[in-house]
């Protein structure tokens, strides 16, 4: 078993969590013990993961509206989507990864935190295109956004919004895809900074609107998460 210890939050980590802070800081032990084991972090990343993690995952939920339905794409160790329910009681977040052994992981962090409402689905996301209905798509350190787009826009309702992590590159990625989008159905994007004043926690989020008009989305499907795994 690998020795690895979350250290302790630095201070912009108390006031940016406040009363979520124990949970996050529980998840984080998560990724820097069992998580690391399972190779689903590498043991580099135990020693930032406040800052390079968990802090610049909380930072992106300043772009989700209040109440909505987040569907975190290639969840993978539940970055950025178990950080963003653990944080914001309102939204509902499916956690969608193809894998099992990250699903599973995944589960194991879910019943360990005692989070409501999040849930676990096994799958792809080009499986659930024009079902979904989600009115946000996360994704972080999935694919390139050429590919990223065809799989996260058809989960969205119209009018939703695909918020992708992408750091430096934002802007290079964005403008890759550019001349697709409107065709894909967007009606705006842009590189957006976020967690100002977080240091190296901020980051850049490439933010893609849809248009309220196009084909009708069908609601969500409502399935077990324990369900999902066969």
Not at 20 to 36: D, I, K, M, N, T
Not at 105 to 126: M, P, W
Request: proline share 6%.
């Amino acid at each position: 078993m690998l020795d690895a210890k979350l250290p302790a939050p630095p201070e912009a980590a108390v006031e940016l969590f406040g009363p979520a802070l124990p949970l996050v800081r529980h998840y984080g032990e998560l990724l820097a013990g069992p998580g690391v084991e399972r190779g689903l972090i590498g043991p580099r990343e135990v020693d930032r993961l406040w800052e390079r993690h968990l802090m610049n995952c909380a930072a992106v939920a300043e772009l989700i509206p209040e109440g909505a339905h987040v569907v975190d794409v290639g969840s993978g160790g539940g970055l950025p989507g178990i950080v963003l329910a653990a944080t914001r009681t309102d939204l509902r977040v499916t956690l969608l990864e193809p894998l099992l052994r990250r699903t599973v992981f995944l589960d194991e962090c879910l019943d360990a935190l005692e989070l409501q409402n999040a849930e676990v689905l096994r799958g792809r996301a080009e499986e659930w295109a024009g079902r979904m209905g989600a009115d946000v798509v996360t994704a972080r350190a999935v694919a390139p956004m050429e590919r990223l787009v065809g799989w996260c826009l058809p989960l969205l309702r119209r009018g939703g919004r695909m918020l992708a992590l992408k750091g430096d590159a934002a802007a290079d990625e964005l403008a890759s895809v550019a001349p697709s989008l409107a065709k894909l159905g967007a009606k705006t994007w842009n590189v957006v900074e976020v967690g100002e004043g977080l240091g190296s926690a901020a980051t850049r989020v490439i933010r893609i609107d849809l248009g309220t008009e196009g084909t009708k989305t069908i609601r969500p499907v409502r399935r077990s998460a324990r369900g999902a795994r066969g």
